[in-house]
């Protein structure tokens, strides 16, 4: 960590450049981790997991080229599609590498505490595939909101930028409050409001915020759903389901970064 604090000292520029490079990789990783978990666990008989087969073309089966797989730099000498059958690569891959390559590269800029850096990026790589899944999908899967409640509870453990306590309560309160708005809705209008990773992802959130931000991240949530409700409205799609998870993970980075910007200020 003093190493890191050095270089960014010595050569913020350089260290910003090279964090929005790091960030492009770590993008295309979370390319692969949003593409390929939901099949893992939907469907029994796939073969695939996070890192066998190779990278390789869904629709011909053909084997990248190291050229074909340069985070940003491929999909555009591609044009978007396949080099052997022409076949579209989805332009949200290209645009979670460019959101992470510039979100590593502004953060890295902007926030001194290196610690404090490593986790927003940690957290930020949790929470931008779990939004991708949920908005496609509408499945936060267990074996990225569970992980996600651990390691907020060991990054203040490691780096306590909040007590311990406090986080441990964030992640009950968490899971609790949307666990009994789901049984009230349920109970009053017979149908199922929020599914359960809503509650997992919140639980997660607190551990990482704690109790005291819940309100916070809650209000973000609820006030960044209700715009993709009546966004679907006007787009003439009135009978879609309206996932809750990527609210919640933009509300949850969201108060992050303001909880860091408040303990550097």
């Not at 790589?125 to 936060?140: E, K, N, Q, S, T």
């Not at 986080?167 to 609790?176: C, E, H, K, N, S």
């Not at 931000?213 to 609820?222: D, E, G, H, Q, W």
């Given at each position: 960590?003093?190493?890191?604090a050095?270089?960014r000292?010595s050569?913020p520029?350089?260290?910003?450049?090279m964090s929005?490079?790091?960030?492009?990789?770590?993008?295309?990783?979370?390319?692969?981790v949003?593409?390929?978990?939901?099949?893992?666990?939907?469907?029994?008989?796939t073969?695939?997991?996070?890192?066998f087969?190779?990278?390789?073309c869904?629709?011909?089966?053909?084997d990248?080229?190291?050229?074909?797989?340069i985070?940003?730099?491929?999909w555009?000498?591609?044009?978007?599609?396949?080099?052997?059958?022409?076949?579209a690569?989805?332009?949200?891959?290209w645009?979670?590498?460019?959101?992470?390559?510039?979100?590593f590269?502004?953060?890295?800029?902007?926030?001194p505490?290196?610690?404090a850096?490593f986790?927003?990026?940690?957290l930020?790589?949790?929470?931008l595939?779990?939004?991708?899944i949920?908005?496609?999908?509408?499945?936060?899967?267990?074996?990225?909101?569970q992980?996600l409640?651990?390691?907020?509870?060991?990054?203040h453990?490691?780096?306590?930028t909040?007590?311990?306590?406090?986080?441990?309560t964030?992640?009950?309160?968490?899971?609790?409050?949307?666990?009994?708005?789901y049984?009230a809705f349920?109970?009053?209008?017979?149908?199922?409001?929020?599914?359960?990773?809503?509650?997992k992802?919140?639980?997660a959130?607190?551990?990482?915020?704690?109790?005291?931000?819940l309100?916070?991240?809650?209000?973000?949530?609820?006030?960044?759903?209700?715009m993709?409700?009546?966004?679907?409205?006007?787009?003439?799609?009135?009978t879609?389901?309206?996932?809750?998870?990527?609210?919640?993970?933009f509300?949850?980075?969201?108060?992050?970064?303001?909880?860091i910007?408040s303990?550097?200020?």
């Amino acid at each position: 960590m003093i190493a890191f604090a050095l270089f960014r000292e010595s050569s913020p520029a350089l260290f910003s450049l090279m964090s929005a490079v790091f960030g492009a990789i770590i993008g295309s990783f979370l390319g692969v981790v949003a593409e390929r978990i939901p099949p893992m666990l939907l469907d029994d008989e796939t073969r695939i997991n996070l890192l066998f087969p190779a990278s390789h073309c869904p629709a011909c089966q053909h084997d990248l080229a190291w050229w074909e797989n340069i985070p940003l730099v491929s999909w555009l000498a591609l044009r978007g599609r396949c080099y052997h059958c022409a076949s579209a690569i989805p332009l949200r891959l290209w645009l979670l590498e460019l959101f992470s390559f510039l979100f590593f590269g502004a953060t890295a800029w902007c926030i001194p505490d290196i610690p404090a850096l490593f986790s927003l990026w940690l957290l930020s790589a949790f929470l931008l595939p779990l939004a991708i899944i949920d908005g496609r999908h509408m499945l936060l899967p267990d074996c990225l909101t569970q992980p996600l409640l651990w390691a907020g509870l060991l990054v203040h453990l490691v780096h306590p930028t909040l007590p311990l306590r406090d986080a441990i309560t964030g992640a009950m309160v968490g899971y609790l409050s949307l666990w009994l708005l789901y049984w009230a809705f349920r109970l009053i209008t017979g149908r199922e409001g929020l599914g359960y990773g809503d509650f997992k992802l919140l639980a997660a959130l607190g551990a990482w915020c704690g109790w005291q931000a819940l309100p916070t991240v809650i209000l973000l949530a609820s006030l960044t759903g209700l715009m993709g409700y009546f966004i679907f409205i006007k787009s003439g799609n009135k009978t879609a389901q309206i996932p809750f998870g990527p609210a919640l993970a933009f509300a949850g980075l969201i108060t992050f970064i303001l909880q860091i910007f408040s303990l550097i200020a």
